[in-house]
């Protein structure tokens, strides 16, 4: 009887739950120099997880603060770059407002108002 129960159970499953596929999220494109930094700052805060000196966790600041900088850098051209491309294209602007809406739950809000 369980084993006529476990077939059908697994049956069932396989045509009615589906699969799970494997999505990746396509991350920030920066620069090579800036993804370098960012290897270096983590293998110096791995260092001073090791060794908790002042002298390590000095360096690790200046690492991350010269990455922290050059990523505000990369995206603000990012974002200059793209708010190029709206000029004269009114249909791009309303897409990116709509999107931005969508990400922070506000969708249903900008289309009633319309």
């Known amino acids: 009887m369980w084993i006529d129960f476990a077939q059908i159970l697994e049956e069932q499953v396989k045509s ?19 993804r370098k930094k ?9 260092k001073y ?5 002042g002298r390590n966790f000095e360096k690790y600041k200046q690492l991350r603060n010269e990455v922290n ?3 505000e850098r990369e995206d603000n051209l990012n974002r200059k770059r793209i708010l ?27 289309t009633e108002r319309q």
Do not use: D
């Open 49 to 53: 997880r090791q060794n908790s000196s």
């Open 84 to 110: 190029k491309g709206f000029k004269g294209n009114p249909k791009k602007v309303l897409w990116i407002h709509e999107a931005n809406a969508v990400s922070q739950g506000q969708h249903n809000s900008l």
């Open 38 to 46: 960012i290897r270096e700052r983590s293998k110096v805060w791995q």
């Open 69 to 71: 900088r050059c990523i």
């Open 16 to 34: 009615h739950v589906p699969l799970k596929s494997e999505r990746r999220k396509n991350g920030r494109k920066y620069s090579k120099q800036t």
